[in-house]
Every structure is written in C-alpha cells, then in structure tokens.
C-alpha cells in the first residue's frame, strides 16, 4: 500500500515582533487582558507580501527533504488571505520553484487550509495520481485585520510553514483523518469587504469589519476539534494515550486545553506556540509542527495528533505517523528580503493606505444593499 511520508518541512517567520503593549498602544486593552484570556504574549507582522512568506517556507521544505523545485508535481496552498485570487498562490510558487508544468490549487477552509490541503495531497499521492507534493499553508492576515476592533486585532499574526510528502511503502503520514464543517454556524465568523460580494460597492479593498462571536466560535472549536480527534483517533484503532505530540491550530490557549482534557492527553504532550506567534489561521499547525521539530520534540516514529478549526466553521483532527528522519537533509539559502521597520510601523503604513472610515454601514455587500 503507498502512504505520503512527510519528508520536508520549513517555516518562515516575517521578523517584525507586534507585543500586547505595542496593541496596548493602539488599543483599549493591556498585556494582562490579552494574556489571561488567550495565552498569546506577541505575534509576527509581515513587511513582503503573502507570496513570498510562501515561498521561502516552500524553498526551505524542499531543501529539507532533499528535493529540487523541479521535481515536484503537486503544489496546495492553503490560505484565505491571498495576494490575488486568479492567478492562484499555488502557481505563484510553481513558478518561483520551477515546478513547471506541476498542477497547483488553493484551498480556503480559513485556519484549517493546511490540513484540508494534506489531505487531499495525500489522497493524490496514495491513489498513484502524484508521485509527491508540497503542500503550504501561509497567511498575510495583517493588511485585513481590522486594528479598530479589539476583540479580534489581538488575536492573529502573518506566517507560513511548508512540508513535503513522498510516496513511501512504509506506515508514514496521515493514517487517519476527520474532516467538517458546522455549515449552520458560519455567520458567526464572517469578515466583511473580504470578497466578491463587496465588489463594486464602494469599499476599498482590505477596509474589513470582522462579525466575530468570540464565545460561540469558542464553543464550536473545542466541541469540532475534540470530535474529530476522537473520530480520527477510532479510524485508527488506536488510544488516546499512544499519541506522543498534539500540534493543534492555537487560536487561543484555554482552547487548547479544553480540547487536550476531553481527548484525555495531557498538556506535557501538547505543544504551544500561540505564545510567540498568535493565531496565523492556516499557517499555524505546520509552523508548530516545525518549530516541534527544531525543538525535539518529534522523535523517529512518534505518533501525531493535529486538531484544527477555522471559518465556516471548518474542524478536523489527523492522525500522522512521523517517519525515521528528524532533521532536514539541507538547508536552503534563501530568506525573506531584510526588514529594519518596526511592526507599528508596517501597521501604521497599512492603515494610512485605508482611507476610508470604518464604520458600521460602512460596507454594503452585494445582494444585500
Ligand atoms: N482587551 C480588553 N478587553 C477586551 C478585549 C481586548 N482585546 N476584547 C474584548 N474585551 C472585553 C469585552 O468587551 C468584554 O467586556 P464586557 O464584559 O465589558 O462586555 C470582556 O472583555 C469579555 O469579553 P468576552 O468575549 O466574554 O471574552 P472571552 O473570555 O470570551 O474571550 C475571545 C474572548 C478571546 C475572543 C474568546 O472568546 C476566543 O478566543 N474565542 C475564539 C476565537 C477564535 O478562535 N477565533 C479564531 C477563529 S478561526 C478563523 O478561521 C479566523
């Protein structure tokens, strides 16, 4: 039977740090809100756009797995923040790979792009339709966030992880999956002028207004991720307690730990980075997953949990199988383009080009007015 081993893996981080007291300095909120009710400390705000995060978790990936751009057939990236919606991200970074003619597609399902794209990327690789893929999820959230509404601005961060799947006879990657979506719910988590049915309208495009039930997306993500762990986990026939490492979407910690209890593995085996980078929506399991290996934390063999959840409202849980190799084959020399501005000031640059007021009534979609 042929798996999809995940071979390749690398992240790319935009450098500029945004601190809770830089948003505290914008906001009318403070370190201690921010930190008691979600766990983040910082987060990353990108100077280049969406493509290029993209591509250098791409090229780092594929220098990890030992492969060149020219041998790969199958590029998925996952994103709901996209430099332009046609032409596509994903031949955006065929070309800058020189993966020419290999297909490209994007998914959107919001935070859980990355994982819907490892799945249909593995399915590919395992049916014999692609011999390999790379598979990205990134996120430039910054240029659409609304910097007027605490109840979101705080959350979320830019960044981009990559990995590569192989065709492989051994038991590695995705064993198992769960995939969903809470269709009924998806007003609770809409942003507004992000989309065709703004068009024409009047709004300037990346002006946003985020309708964002915070409590009830809470609810449904603990309730989506903990259900499909348990789902995935029953594919598999295996427990709870042969699981070495949760990498799950953070998007806020008591989340976490919510869904941690009701799957019954223990904080010690979930790992964190919503500390340092925030929620990057689809960039947030594969750069925990990196920064997971960089740390040690995934041993030859180990058993992987990956919940997420995101708009939609999209959830699912995968079950991987790492593989014997825990560290990247080469290092690749390629890096972002070099950043001496503070994230303030990249954010201040973004709003002054937002001349129009935010304003409830401000944006009218289509359809609607
Ligand atoms: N600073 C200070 N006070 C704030 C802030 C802030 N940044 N934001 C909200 N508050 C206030 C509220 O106004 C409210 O004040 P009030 O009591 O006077 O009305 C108070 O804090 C409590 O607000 P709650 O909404 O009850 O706070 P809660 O504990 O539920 O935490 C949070 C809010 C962090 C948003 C939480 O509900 C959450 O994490 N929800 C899930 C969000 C999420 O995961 N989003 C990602 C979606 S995925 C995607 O695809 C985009």
Redesign the pocket.
Known sequence: MTYAAITGWGKCLPPAVLSNRDLASI????DE??VS??GIHERRISHVGLEELGYVAAARALAAAGLTGSAVELIVFGTCSHDDQVPNMASGIQRRIGAQPAAAYDINT??TSFLYGLSTATALIRTGVVRNALVIGAELISPFMDWAD??VA??FGDGAAAVVLEASERTEGVLAQKLGCYGDAREI?RVQGMGGRYANRGVLYGVTRWQFE??E??RR?VQGMSSACDAALAQSNLKADAVDLVVPHQ??LR?IEAVARRTHVPMEKVFLTIQRYG?M?SATVPVALCDALEEGRVHPGALLLMPS???GLSFCAHVVRWGSRTTALHTSAVELPPNDRPALEILRDCLARKTRPIATGAITPFGDA
């Open positions: 906001l009318d909120t403070s809100w921010i009710r979600t919001a935070c605490r109840d705080v959350l988590l915070g409590q997306i809470f993500a998007a806020n989340i929620n929506s959840f995101g708009g």
